[in-house]
């Protein structure tokens, strides 16, 4: 079956994250704002955090699917719709729209957000959440980054 490989692929991602955690990871934080909205994040911070996304997704222009499906425009893109991307049932019947709110419940724990999802490594802090958010938000569906 074609999820076997893509499954395995996210094991040896996990591995890799385990051993990367403890140089990059930070304790989890609360959300900073009140009510569950979520808090402005720092690109920069989160290109750094998206190192350790990077051993399974791709980014920027010319990118292409990898473990996992690239991520330019997945701001605002509807859950398992990048072409070319072999995604989950659990990925592509969620439902979800990738917006900054379903991001931030996601990206903590992606089995508890979407059961079944392949993606079983979560980004624990939730100040890196925030800084990852930040970090996609600057790329369009071309994979261009947003002038400053």
Same mark, same amino acid.
């Given at each position: 079956?074609?999820?076997? !490989?893509?499954?395995? @692929?996210?094991?040896? %991602?996990?591995?890799?994250?385990?051993?990367?955690?403890?140089? #990059? $990871?930070?304790?989890?934080?609360? !959300?900073?704002?009140? @009510?569950?909205?979520? %808090?402005a994040g720092d690109p920069v911070?989160?290109?750094?955090? #998206? $190192?350790?996304?990077?051993?399974?997704?791709?980014?920027?222009?010319?990118a292409m699917n990898a473990v996992?499906?690239?991520?330019?425009?997945?701001?605002?893109?509807?859950?398992?719709?990048?072409?070319?991307?072999?995604?989950?049932?659990?990925?592509?019947?969620?439902?979800?729209?990738?917006?900054?709110?379903?991001?931030?419940?996601?990206?903590?724990?992606?089995?508890?957000?979407?059961?079944?999802?392949?993606?079983?490594?979560?980004?624990?802090?939730?100040?890196?959440?925030?800084?990852?958010?930040?970090?996609?938000?600057?790329?369009?569906?071309?994979?261009?980054?947003?002038?400053?």
């Amino acid at each position: 079956m074609a999820s076997r !490989p893509r499954q395995s @692929g996210y094991l040896l %991602a996990a591995a890799l994250m385990a051993l990367a955690l403890p140089a #990059f $990871g930070q304790p989890p934080a609360a !959300p900073a704002a009140p @009510g569950g909205a979520a %808090a402005a994040g720092d690109p920069v911070a989160g290109e750094k955090v #998206f $190192g350790l996304c990077g051993v399974c997704h791709r980014i920027g222009p010319g990118a292409m699917n990898a473990v996992g499906p690239v991520l330019n425009g997945v701001v605002g893109r509807k859950a398992g719709t990048y072409p070319g991307f072999m995604y989950s049932d659990a990925n592509k019947n969620s439902g979800v729209t990738w917006t900054e709110a379903a991001l931030t419940q996601y990206l903590p724990d992606p089995q508890k957000f979407i059961p079944s999802t392949p993606m079983s490594i979560g980004v624990p802090s939730a100040e890196d959440v925030q800084n990852v958010i930040a970090y996609l938000k600057q790329f369009d569906a071309q994979g261009n980054k947003a002038a400053k």
